[in-house]
Structure formats: structure tokens, C-alpha cells
């Protein structure tokens, strides 16, 4: 399998989220401005929506209607788009702090939203425990909450399987938990495992935790779960962790394998995606060494058999639902405003997926 770039598109500003349309037609970003825009995937002409979020607008998702998009912000907010008229119809305040990222079930009626602030909870700088529910479920047509999970904060990511009948997330020090849906009796996970390789723990300039699980996925046999983000390291302020994935038996909490030794370079690795035919999956982010951001992986051994460079920051990856492309989306560095205006710094690129 090889990707071969088709477009590459410059945007107003640097995407943190990214919803794509089953056939590709139609992608959605939200962004740092607290922005979202409708785009044209192969043209590149976008459109801002009317409304904004008050901070970053950190995730979004498309229902399968494809009339609503449906964003999260760091403002805890969570705003309902319509598509036609771009204008936002709905708001419901998810969290009292940010929205990390979001995750829509496969039918389109549940959103899960993840939160949570680390504060030091003691003298070893272990994260406080939650102020808050880190984990919670709403009704996509009414905005309703309809569950809510307790988590070890900040939970990074989510997922959600692909029969819509369990829920994951995972946090900074690589708990990683999964529930049934709608609701595990009394809150309690069906499953939960912690991983050490995915946190980091600093002295260097200070004294904290860093890293965690910045992308989950569960298998298009929903038999496993993909996790994504960045190796321990020395210095957690330098970033250049190793770049890892880890797959589990999430019913076991049982590893079945991870990225090779000798396969990946260094920096923070924030999104992965399975292709629909469940051979391969994806995993990029950012690069601090080496020579790939993003590479596709065989599923069935886990070794690395493409790899490209964007010479970008990637947030989100997503195939198409015919297999047949991927749209990268994130950001080209963050330039200085010449003369007070922003220079176009954000990005989504779509490549072609060659069997």
C-alpha cells in the first residue's frame, strides 16, 4: 500500500479538527481561531461558518445526514452547525474546562467529549483527581446528556466501537478504560489496563508528568484497540520522545504488539486510523528526528510498510470510506503576523491510496 499526494491545501489557520463526508465529498475543520470551515477537498475553496468557539475549537464531527457538524472547543462548549446555512442552532456547555477531542458513535446518535486538567495531586506531581466527570456521552439530536464516566484527567482521546456498543478512552499516564453503551452499570468499565510507554516524567526546567494517548481506534473487527502518542524521554520539554503505537486485546487488556524497534524516529504522534479494509492502519503527527510523519503499518504483523514526510504538524487522518483516499489535515509551523494580517498556515492534504 502507498499514498501519493493529490492535493495540498493552504488554510487561514492551523486545524485541530478534522470531519469528512463517507465519500469524501466534503470535509469540515475546526480550528485555532475557534473557527470552522466547510471545504472542498479537491478544490481547497472554503467557508467559514457563522459562529465561532471563544478559544481553540479542538474537534468536530460530521452526522451521517451530513446537514450537521457538530464542534468542541476549549471554551467547553459544544456547538451545532448546520451545514446549509453555516449558522449554529444549538450549544451545550460539555465541560467547565476544555474539550480534548471528540468521537462520534457509527449511527449518529451519541457524542462522546473528553476533559480534564492536570493539577499535581501530590508531592510526586500525580495528576488531582477529576472535578468533573472526564468522560461524557450526549444524544446528537437533542443534546441531551445521557452518560457520564469518571477518569484519571486530562483524557486525551476517545473512540468509540464500530457497532456502537462500547466506548474508550485513555489519559495522560496511559490508563486506558472501555465501557458499554449507553451506560455501564453503576459507571464501571468492562475493561480497563494501564500502559507506562506512552507518559513521561520530567525534571528537567520542572518538575511534571507529559505525554499520553493522543489517538484511539478500534479495528474494523472491533477485536482490538490502536493506540497512538510519544515514548518516554528525559526531557519531556524537548519533545522527542519515541514516536509509538500499541494495539490491545481491549477485552483482556492484553497487548498484542507494538511499533518495531528500528521502525519510527522521534516527535509526538497524534492521530491513527484504520483503513476500512482492516490490512493496514495509519499513524502520523509531528516529527522532532527522522524521516517520516506519517506511515502506514500491516495489520497483520504491525511492521511498516510506507512512510511519508509532510514537513507539517498532522492532527487528523482519515480514509475515505472506499479506501481509495486519506485527507491529512494540521498545520505549517505558526508564522509571525506581518503587519498585523496571519499568513495562511494551515493545512489538508489529500493523498491517494494505491493497493
Same mark, same amino acid.
Given at each position: 500500500?502507498?499514498?501519493?499526494?493529490?492535493?495540498?491545501?493552504?488554510?487561514?489557520?492551523?486545524?485541530?479538527?478534522?470531519?469528512?463526508?463517507?465519500?469524501?465529498? &466534503?470535509?469540515?475543520?475546526?480550528?485555532?481561531?475557534?473557527?470552522? &470551515?466547510?471545504?472542498?477537498?479537491?478544490?481547497?475553496?472554503?467557508?467559514?461558518?457563522?459562529?465561532?468557539?471563544?478559544?481553540?475549537?479542538?474537534? %468536530?464531527?460530521?452526522?451521517?445526514?451530513?446537514?450537521?457538524?457538530?464542534?468542541?472547543?476549549?471554551?467547553?462548549?459544544?456547538?451545532?452547525?448546520?451545514?446549509?446555512?453555516?449558522?449554529?442552532?444549538?450549544?451545550?456547555?460539555?465541560?467547565?474546562?476544555?474539550?480534548?477531542?471528540?468521537?462520534?458513535?457509527?449511527?449518529?446518535?451519541?457524542?462522546?467529549?473528553?476533559?480534564?486538567?492536570?493539577?499535581?495531586?501530590?508531592?510526586?506531581?500525580?495528576?488531582?483527581?477529576?472535578?468533573?466527570?472526564?468522560?461524557?456521552?450526549?444524544?446528537?439530536?437533542?443534546?441531551?446528556?445521557?452518560?457520564?464516566?469518571?477518569?484519571?484527567?486530562?483524557?486525551?482521546?476517545?473512540?468509540?466501537? &464500530?457497532?456502537?456498543?462500547?466506548?474508550?478512552?485513555?489519559?495522560?499516564?496511559?490508563?486506558?478504560?472501555?465501557?458499554?453503551?449507553?451506560?455501564?452499570?453503576?459507571?464501571?468499565?468492562?475493561?480497563?489496563?494501564?500502559?507506562?510507554?506512552?507518559?513521561?516524567?520530567?525534571?528537567?526546567?520542572?518538575?511534571?508528568? %507529559?505525554?499520553?494517548?493522543?489517538?484511539?481506534?478500534?479495528?474494523?473487527?472491533?477485536?482490538?484497540?490502536?493506540?497512538?502518542?510519544?515514548?518516554?524521554?528525559?526531557?519531556?520539554?524537548?519533545?522527542?520522545?519515541?514516536?509509538?503505537?500499541?494495539?490491545?486485546?481491549?477485552?483482556?487488556?492484553?497487548?498484542?504488539?507494538?511499533?518495531?524497534?528500528?521502525? &519510527?524516529?522521534?516527535?509526538?504522534?497524534?492521530?491513527?486510523?484504520?483503513?476500512?479494509?482492516?490490512?493496514?492502519?495509519?499513524?502520523?503527527?509531528?516529527?522532532?528526528?527522522?524521516?517520516?510523519?506519517?506511515?502506514?503499518?500491516?495489520?497483520?504483523?504491525?511492521?511498516?510498510?510506507?512512510?511519508?514526510?509532510?514537513?507539517?504538524?498532522?492532527?487528523?487522518?482519515?480514509?475515505?470510506?472506499?479506501?481509495?483516499?486519506?485527507?491529512?489535515?494540521?498545520?505549517?509551523?505558526?508564522?509571525?503576523?506581518?503587519?498585523?494580517?496571519?499568513?495562511?498556515?494551515?493545512?489538508?492534504?489529500?493523498?491517494?491510496?494505491?493497493?
Amino acid at each position: 500500500m502507498k499514498l501519493t499526494v493529490a492535493h495540498d491545501h493552504q488554510l487561514p489557520t492551523g486545524v485541530l479538527g478534522l470531519a469528512l463526508s463517507a465519500d469524501g465529498a &466534503h470535509a469540515y475543520v475546526s480550528c485555532v481561531d475557534g473557527s470552522v &470551515h466547510a471545504i472542498d477537498p479537491v478544490s481547497g475553496k472554503s467557508e467559514a461558518f457563522a459562529e465561532k468557539h471563544t478559544s481553540y475549537a479542538s474537534g %468536530c464531527v460530521l452526522l451521517p445526514d451530513g446537514r450537521t457538524v457538530i464542534s468542541g472547543g476549549y471554551d467547553g462548549w459544544l456547538m451545532w452547525h448546520d451545514t446549509a446555512t453555516r449558522r449554529c442552532f444549538r450549544r451545550v456547555q460539555a465541560h467547565r474546562f476544555w474539550n480534548w477531542q471528540l468521537a462520534l458513535s457509527p449511527d449518529g446518535r451519541r457524542l462522546a467529549a473528553v476533559t480534564g486538567q492536570y493539577l499535581p495531586g501530590g508531592w510526586k506531581y500525580e495528576p488531582a483527581p477529576e472535578t468533573e466527570p472526564s468522560v461524557k456521552v450526549f444524544d446528537t439530536l437533542t443534546g441531551d446528556l445521557v452518560a457520564a464516566f469518571t477518569h484519571g484527567p486530562p483524557v486525551l482521546s476517545c473512540a468509540f466501537t &464500530h457497532d456502537g456498543n462500547h466506548l474508550a478512552a485513555a489519559n495522560l499516564m496511559g490508563d486506558i478504560k472501555v465501557w458499554n453503551l449507553p451506560g455501564s452499570a453503576g459507571g464501571q468499565p468492562v475493561s480497563q489496563w494501564n500502559t507506562p510507554d506512552f507518559s513521561s516524567w520530567g525534571t528537567t526546567k520542572s518538575h511534571h508528568y %507529559c505525554g499520553g494517548i493522543y489517538g484511539l481506534a478500534f479495528s474494523p473487527d472491533n477485536e482490538t484497540l490502536l493506540a497512538c502518542g510519544m515514548g518516554p524521554m528525559g526531557d519531556p520539554m524537548a519533545g522527542n520522545g519515541k514516536m509509538t503505537w500499541q494495539r490491545w486485546d481491549w477485552k483482556k487488556g492484553e497487548r498484542r504488539d507494538q511499533i518495531k524497534d528500528g521502525q &519510527h524516529g522521534t516527535g509526538l504522534m497524534e492521530t491513527v486510523a484504520w483503513h476500512p479494509d482492516g490490512t493496514h492502519f495509519l499513524m502520523a503527527g509531528r516529527q522532532a528526528q527522522g524521516t517520516w510523519n506519517a506511515a502506514l503499518f500491516s495489520a497483520a504483523d504491525g511492521s511498516l510498510v510506507h512512510s511519508i514526510d509532510t514537513k507539517k504538524r498532522i492532527t487528523h487522518a482519515r480514509f475515505t470510506a472506499d479506501g481509495k483516499s486519506l485527507i491529512l489535515t494540521g498545520a505549517n509551523g505558526q508564522p509571525a503576523p506581518k503587519a498585523g494580517v496571519w499568513g495562511p498556515w494551515g493545512r489538508l492534504q489529500v493523498y491517494t491510496v494505491e493497493v
